[in-house]
């Protein structure tokens, strides 16, 4: 392919260190490759520039010296996955990896980019981003790629759980995996063959953390107080207490108050679902703390209140009608089929004989992924719609946060890194365009 | 009745031009079905409103909705960059144009889409143009004599125009793909591999080029008595010979799993389904990826035959009830007094 009929000889050596960024729309996972060695884990920046209320505003990890999250506003340079606003990403990877003083400082010059992008970019975005890796910061050597596929570069049968002997090699890339990323601006499913993203069969669905949040938000500010500029303390409640539910009816019935005068047993007692959250008061908490519920009753909350002046929440039906929305988007509205439609719909386009082997290799990454019973529940919706013979499997990595940045990384060691990735020179030899055909190009066929 | 002499020519082409234009009355409108002769059936009469033809006020409101749990605050907000502590040790060389560009762009995602949406739309109304367009945009080197600010969608337009070539063909080869989709869907499940499959050993090889038939048949005895094939096939492992032969997926190669008594049960035969070929496998892997808007999933037949569930729009139990007044379910009585007021200080008594 395009990578073995250039010669490499004629270049400079492939350089030793690799930055591996996987620049999500909330949290940047960053870190560095040298040579054979790898972070065990990358660091985990927000992508955002944020303000609180007293007007201060705080770039990139600075935000982990914020006390006071309260009112807090976002600017945040990547829009539904992908870079938009280069000024705001410049000044955060400035402060990350380029300043003198910079957390995780490394020369461009002398490093090698390997940097996640969605699948399904505009090209104009892709084409952006070219320019700005080259022409402004100058990287030695780069490659961007879709960030579901660096998923298959990880030890796939150790994420599963495979029994095997202890002399297997591990083979990256996986052959088979269907790869399910459920980030923070939506939810995309990519079936994987040998490492290769089989495009046609890529799909998407706009639901992901952030509607989430808002939708948590909405439902709060109708049913308790306004929350509507509180998006972050939203986030860390929608973390703490949601959950997916297996039984959707039944967990409705449960926490349903009942017609006029009635008040049903379930809904006295919390039903086993209903659950106290304490709301930072932003003087001695600035972090919310979940409690069970207290069925006593709101009288004696009130009388606990004047004495300690600390908000509760009620959370009953929110905690798991958020994350139904995953499963059925239209619910809101939303037009879109739940996720195991969107599976079926991915898989629809490829031949049956493929679909075996997909469906019992489903990996769920992105940050949704941490949601209580995601992956029973999503593979009782799948069983539904397979046919018989078919093995569904589902399984989450470890963190599945970091899981695109551990491939990645695993990526940075393969061979098949130095046949994808184009360095500064091959750039100003042949422009933006060639590049962007040659990531889009990808890997080819020949293994 | 001649209609004043204005005859309408039967033609499929339409015309997108602004303002307004005569639309063929194709069935009765919603007005008309909701005002039925017989007031007393009227609410049984109505035909079911599903979501796809909802009132235009519905469909606007639910579209803010979305929009509004789409954004990342709540309030418009500015948030300049601050000045940084060491007054920025990168070195700041000059930029070139292209960086200026891009740095000073200040489009969103919004923006950006809606530009490749027009860039399409061009491409297909008007190829020569886009063409043209394209050649004058492909050159790298053309000097930038613009300011900046009007310059600005000059990169994503050369962006769009370099790879609009590349989607143009992505498109062909999609094409491609689906019928050559469509026409193994034809052939349905017992696929037609070049070699032949796992023949019963009795049965003599067929003729090359008789491949498909002979197949169809073996595959139909197999499925129509599959005590007399598997009785057959019983010697051989099927694991082994699973994807057979295929560079890109290679066989398994571990021993097959211990046969059991219950293998050859008639009842218990699974349909083991075609293995795409090597060229199949290929065509996917290589082929172009789809674009934005193609990827974003949307109804299908399955998920239109439901009816979408509502909620108490109070509580967020089933919507069980509709206020009389605005129409927003609720669960029971209690919610719906709670709604009343709420609808009372909207629209009045």
Redo the contacts between chains.
């Keep these: 392919m395009a990578g073995s009929r250039k010669s490499r000889a004629a270049g400079p050596p492939p350089p030793s260190v690799t930055l591996v960024l996987d620049n999500g729309a909330d949290t940047i996972k960053a870190g560095v490759v040298t040579g054979d060695t790898a972070d065990d884990r990358p660091r985990i920046i927000p992508n955002c520039l944020a303000r609180d209320r007293h007007k201060k505003t705080y770039v990139g990890s600075e935000l982990e010296k914020c006390r006071d999250f309260g009112e807090m506003a976002f600017r945040r340079p990547v829009e539904k996955g992908f870079i938009v606003n280069w000024e705001a990403q410049r000044e955060i990877w400035d402060r990350e990896f380029f300043d003198d003083k910079a957390p995780q400082r490394c020369d461009p010059s002398e490093t090698r980019l390997i940097l996640t992008e969605q699948p399904n970019a505009l090209p104009a975005l892709q084409t952006h981003c070219d320019q700005m890796v080259f022409e402004e910061f100058g990287f030695a050597s780069y490659y961007r790629g879709i960030g579901p596929a660096f998923n298959a570069y990880q030890d796939m049968q150790a994420i599963f759980h495979t029994p095997r002997t202890p002399d297997t090699s591990i083979d990256t890339p996986a052959e088979v995996i269907l790869l399910i990323d459920s980030g923070y601006s939506h939810t995309t499913v990519t079936p994987i063959v040998q490492g290769r993203p089989l495009h046609q069969a890529i799909r998407r669905v706009d639901v992901g953390g952030k509607l989430m949040t808002n939708y948590l938000t909405r439902l709060l500010s109708v049913r308790h107080f306004d929350m509507r500029n509180e998006t972050y303390i939203a986030n860390e409640m929608k973390e703490a207490v949601c959950y997916v539910s297996m039984d959707f009816s039944g967990d409705l019935d449960r926490t349903w108050k009942g017609t006029r005068g009635e008040r049903r047993a379930d809904y006295l007692t919390g039903g086993g679902i209903a659950k106290d959250y304490v709301l930072p008061d932003s003087h001695t908490t600035f972090h919310g703390v979940v409690r069970d519920y207290d069925p006593a009753g709101a009288s004696s909350r009130a009388r606990r209140a004047a004495v300690s002046t600390e908000d509760v929440l009620t959370l009953r039906n929110e905690r798991f009608v958020v994350p139904e929305l995953l499963f059925n988007p239209s619910d809101i509205g939303l037009r879109q089929p739940g996720l195991a439609d969107l599976v079926m719909q991915s898989l629809s386009v490829l031949p049956i004989g493929l679909w075996p082997g997909l469906l019992a290799n489903i990996l769920i990454v992105g940050g949704s992924a941490k949601l209580d019973n995601f992956i029973p529940r999503l593979q009782m919706e799948l069983l539904k719609r397979v046919p018989d013979e078919c093995v569904v499997r589902v399984a989450r990595p470890e963190d599945p946060v970091i899981s695109t940045w551990l491939g990645a990384a695993n990526f940075a060691r393969h061979e098949h890194v130095n046949r994808l990735a184009v360095t500064k020179q091959d750039y100003e030899e042949h422009g933006a365009g060639w590049v962007a055909r040659k990531f889009s190009a990808g890997l080819g066929v020949d293994s | 009745m001649n209609n004043f002499g204005v005859i309408e020519i039967a033609s499929t082409t339409t015309k997108t031009t602004p303002g307004w234009a005569y639309v063929p009355d194709t069935g009765p409108t919603l007005p008309a079905v909701a005002q039925p002769s017989n007031r007393k059936r009227a609410a049984r009469n109505q035909t079911v409103v599903s979501?796809?033809d909802l009132s235009a006020r519905e469909e606007t409101r639910?579209r803010k909705?979305?929009d509004?749990?789409?954004?990342?605050?709540?309030?418009d907000?500015?948030?300049?960059?601050?000045p940084?502590p060491?007054g920025?040790?990168?070195a700041q060389n000059k930029?070139?144009p292209?960086?200026r560009k891009?740095?000073?762009?200040q489009?969103?995602?919004a923006n950006?889409?809606d530009?490749?949406i027009a860039m399409l739309a061009l491409a297909e109304s008007n190829p020569v143009a886009a063409a043209a367009m394209n050649a004058a945009l492909?050159k790298?080197s053309t000097p930038t004599t613009a300011t900046p600010k009007s310059a600005s969608p000059a990169?994503?337009?050369?962006?769009?125009g370099?790879?609009?070539r590349?989607?143009a063909a992505a498109k062909r080869a999609?094409a491609k793909?689906k019928q050559e989709?469509e026409r193994?869907k034809a052939k349905q499940?017992p696929?037609p591999d070049p070699e032949p499959e796992a023949e019963p050993p009795q049965q003599p090889a067929p003729a090359a080029q008789q491949d498909d038939d002979v197949e169809m048949t073996d595959a139909a005895a197999a499925a129509v008595q599959p005590a007399a094939t598997s009785s057959n096939k019983e010697q051989e492992p099927k694991p082994q010979t699973y994807p057979r032969e295929s560079q890109?997926?290679?066989p398994y190669a571990k021993p097959p799993p211990r046969p059991h008594p219950g293998d050859n049960d008639p009842l218990l035969v699974?349909?083991?389904?075609?293995?795409?070929s090597d060229d199949?496998?290929?065509a996917?892997?290589?082929?172009?990826?789809?674009?934005?808007l193609?990827?974003?999933?949307?109804?299908?037949e399955?998920?239109s035959r439901y009816p979408?569930?509502v909620?108490c729009?109070?509580?967020?139990?089933?919507g069980r009830v509709k206020c009389m007044k605005c129409g927003t379910r609720v669960?029971?009585?209690?919610c719906l007094?709670t709604h009343r007021e709420e609808c009372m200080t909207r629209y009045g008594l």
Excluded at chain 2, 102 to 105: C, E, F, N, T, V
Excluded at chain 2, 155 to 160: C, G, H, K, N
Excluded at chain 2, 270 to 276: A, G, N, R
Excluded at chain 2, 331 to 334: G, I, V
Aim: glycine share 4%.
């Design positions: 979501l796809s639910l909705e979305l509004a749990l789409d954004r990342d605050n709540h309030r907000v500015n948030i300049p960059i601050p940084r060491g920025g040790t990168r930029h070139t292209n960086v891009i740095l000073q762009s489009k969103t995602f950006h889409l530009d490749y492909a790298p990169p994503s337009a050369s962006a769009a370099t790879s609009k590349s989607a999609a793909e989709q193994k499940t696929k890109i997926l290679p699974s349909v083991i389904p075609p293995f795409p199949e496998l290929r996917l892997m290589t082929s172009p990826p789809l674009n934005y193609e990827a974003r999933a949307t109804w299908g399955e998920e979408v569930r909620f729009a109070v509580c967020g139990y089933w669960c029971a009585l209690d007094e």
